[in-house]
């Protein structure tokens, strides 16, 4: 069974504070992903990586960076954060490579509120 | 840029009937379409996915459908029960990239 983990269900910033999101699979995947879900605008992808210390931006990556050392963790880190990155984060990793799935696997998500 | 229209974004039915979900994605080269349920306070799950060389799938009263001529692709759920409701998404990615446009979700409601 894959296991995909987060390092908070909750958390509660002040604005201007640096935030760190971890998230780590482990399953040996290729693959890994951070969105952000608001309610009426569904998942929408901030950063993701194929392979251990490279990172693409995705639609939203504005206010956020991202850092993978190791192939089973991937930090999403807002260095400054703000009101409006309160929202639901949500980390997936998938196997990646000729003849595997495509799932992504999701954990079960970050609830972070800066106020 | 790429871009997954899903529709409606609330879904109420009674117990017992059925519930379709439909989304419309842009980019033709996309070729796989995953259907993902959450129910609340959950974290999203695969139920059901469809490659661009199928043109139906069927896993017991849910079925995918997709037509590539109109680019798109929807979700069936049929006898549904209350155990159905949840927020789906819809989604599209092509092959190499892993990376998903998903859609902004549909709430489905089942009234027992």
């Known amino acids: 069974d894959v296991k995909v983990t987060q390092s908070s269900r909750y958390l509660v910033k002040r604005t201007g504070e640096k935030v760190f999101l971890e998230c780590v699979q482990d399953?040996?995947?290729?693959?890994m992903f951070w969105y952000r879900q608001d309610p009426g605008l569904g998942l929408r992808l901030i950063y993701f990586s194929y392979d251990v210390k490279m990172k693409e931006k995705g639609d939203i990556p504005e206010g956020y960076s991202v850092s993978r050392e190791k192939k089973e963790r991937f930090s999403l880190i807002l260095e400054s954060a703000s009101t409006n990155q309160t929202s639901m984060y949500l980390c997936?990793?998938?196997?990646?490579?000729?003849?595997?799935?495509?799932?992504?696997?999701f954990g079960p998500g970050t609830r972070l509120t800066v106020l | 840029g790429e871009n997954v229209e899903q529709h409606p974004s609330t879904l109420s039915v009674q117990e017992g009937d059925s519930a379709v979900i439909k989304c419309t994605y842009s980019d033709s080269a996309s070729n796989y379409f995953p259907w993902y349920k959450q129910e609340l306070g959950k974290r999203p799950q695969l139920i059901i996915d469809i490659r661009s060389n199928v043109g139906e799938k069927k896993d017991q009263r849910i079925a995918v459908t997709l037509n590539k001529t109109a680019k798109h692709f929807s979700l069936h759920i049929t006898e549904t029960q209350p155990e159905d409701s949840a927020v789906y998404f819809c989604?599209?990615?092509?092959?190499?990239?892993?990376?998903?446009?998903f859609g902004t979700g549909t709430r489905l409601k089942v009234l027992a």
């Open positions: 989604a599209a990615t092509w092959g190499g990239t892993y990376k998903y446009i």
């Open positions: 399953m040996d995947h290729e693959n």
């Open positions: 997936a990793s998938t196997s990646g490579g000729q003849g595997s799935s495509d799932e992504q696997f």
